[in-house]
């Protein structure tokens, strides 16, 4: 089993920032291809897909809504740690944040095509 624990939320002024960090552990197979995905939830929504990144080569893919002010990163000395940077923040971005995790290949911006998933983490931002 794999174990994803993300780290880093809280409150924020608009127009600030805070690095999300998710870690994984447990039994991860590094023969397959890995990727973790970022999503985040409001209340009364679906996970919304923000951004992914290859654990190997550091790749990445956004979403429209996380270009420019989102930043996927990897730990490039702990291979199984990533990042979120959020630049600028809004109120609207106020959401609980996800990470999650999958073996390629399979549909990146889909919920679905995560195996593991971390407990989320409150991102609030003030006007």
């Known amino acids: 089993q794999v174990q994803l624990v993300e780290s880093g939320g809280g409150l924020v002024q608009a127009g600030g920032s805070l690095r999300l960090s998710c870690a994984a552990s447990g039994s991860i197979d590094i023969n397959h291809d890995w990727l973790t995905g970022w999503f985040r939830r409001t209340p009364g929504n679906e996970r919304e897909f923000i951004a992914s990144i290859k654990w190997s080569t550091g790749g990445t893919y956004y979403a429209e809504s996380g270009k420019g002010r989102f930043t996927a990163s990897r730990d490039n000395a702990k291979y199984t740690v990533m990042y979120l940077q959020m630049n600028d923040l809004k109120p609207e971005d106020t959401a609980v944040y996800y990470c999650?995790?999958?073996?390629?290949?399979?549909?990146?911006?889909?919920?679905?095509?995560?195996?593991?998933w971390g407990q989320g983490i409150q991102v609030t931002v003030s006007s």
């Open positions: 999650a995790a999958g073996r390629a290949p399979f549909e990146i911006a889909q919920v679905a095509g995560y195996e593991h």
